[in-house]
């Protein structure tokens, strides 16, 4: 937002998804609901591994990462979106708008990228099981970490800093949950040609080329899997990343209904879709790979002063 624009428009009106009170009421205990279950259940995650020697490995070491990101993920949004529904002043000032944008796609990316190190984890664990623990040493797993973190962090200062450079004008209305980068092109009056072609050669870039890594050890997996002669052995393996798939398939799915169209088709129906990746997906993640997982069962009983038996 440049010059004069930029002083005279210095908020933006997040309208969320209906104007109706009732509606709005619904929304709010539906969303501080997904919130809470979220922010508890990541939580518990987070102090289950931490509390449990056994569950100091590569796996559990990035499942932490993937919990903590998850609750810095909602934490962004949420609030400042049920503030909105329960209040009449739903303004929202331009660099707080800017701040909120660059953490969602910081972190969006951030998931995305420790996904592809889990993913690479399975394929290890599966593929090479008597190298892993030299394949999987702790300093890599710290480099891994460290790489995410440094891909992600500039990623969204990019993308926040070229919007920096759009004008808008007219009304500042956002029918919307949040600030999105999507969302806020939309409200440009300048041209946006640059940014939205930065926006999808990145975009591909960045997670495109974790999907297709993804893609290649799962079916360097699937083959190890194949050749196991035990039918019991076979579920047995797969099951170790069979939440991981469910995961990758949730997020993948919803960025892709998002993101991989023309600016110019971005609609209120995609909202549904931008929900699913920003709160379902956060929300599940504690589900999805804690429920049929034994040495998580027994953690996280151990935390809540209700041990089961431990997994041998």
């Known amino acids: 937002m440049d010059g004069d624009n930029q002083s005279e428009n210095s908020q933006f009106l997040l309208l969320s998804m209906s104007e109706s009170p009732e509606q709005q009421q619904i929304l709010f205990w539906m969303f501080l609901s997904m ?3 979220t922010v508890v259940g990541n939580a518990l995650i987070i102090l289950a591994i931490s509390s449990d020697s056994r569950l100091h490995t590569p796996m559990y070491f990035f499942l932490a990462n993937l919990s903590f990101t998850d609750l810095f993920f909602v934490t962004n949004t949420i609030p400042k979106m049920l503030v909105n529904f329960q209040s009449q002043n739903k303004a929202i000032a331009y660099a707080g708008c800017l701040t909120q944008l660059y953490f969602l796609v910081s972190l969006v990316t951030l998931d995305n990228l420790i996904l592809a190190v889990m993913a690479y984890d399975c394929y290890v664990a599966i593929c090479h099981p008597l190298h892993y623990v030299t394949a999987m040493s702790p300093g890599l797993c710290v480099l891994l970490l460290c790489l995410c973190w440094g891909l992600s962090v500039p990623y969204g200062l990019l993308l926040t800093l070229l919007l920096t450079r759009v004008t808008f004008c007219g009304t500042q209305e ?25 926006l999808i050669a990145t975009g591909c870039f960045i997670f495109i080329t974790p999907l297709g890594f993804m893609t290649t050890s799962y079916v360097r997996i699937v083959r ?5 002669p035990s039918a019991s052995k076979k579920y047995k393996t797969f099951s170790t990343c069979a939440s991981h798939v469910g995961v990758v398939s ?10 991989l169209q023309p600016l110019h088709t971005y609609s209120m129906k995609d909202s549904v879709a931008t929900v699913m990746y920003a709160v ?9 790979y804690s429920l049929r997982n034994k040495d998580m069962h027994w953690a996280l009983g151990r935390l809540l002063g209700r041990p089961f038996q431990r997994p041998k």
């Open 35 to 37: 919130y809470l279950v």
């Open 250 to 259: 949730l997020f993948y799915g919803t960025l892709a209904m998002v993101y």
């Open 224 to 228: 190890t899997i194949l050749q196991v």
């Open 280 to 288: 379902v997906t956060p929300m599940m993640n504690p589900f999805s």
């Open 174 to 198: 956002i029918h919307y949950l949040f600030c999105e980068m999507y969302v806020l092109l939309r409200l440009a009056c300048s041209n946006t040609h640059i940014i939205h072609t930065v």
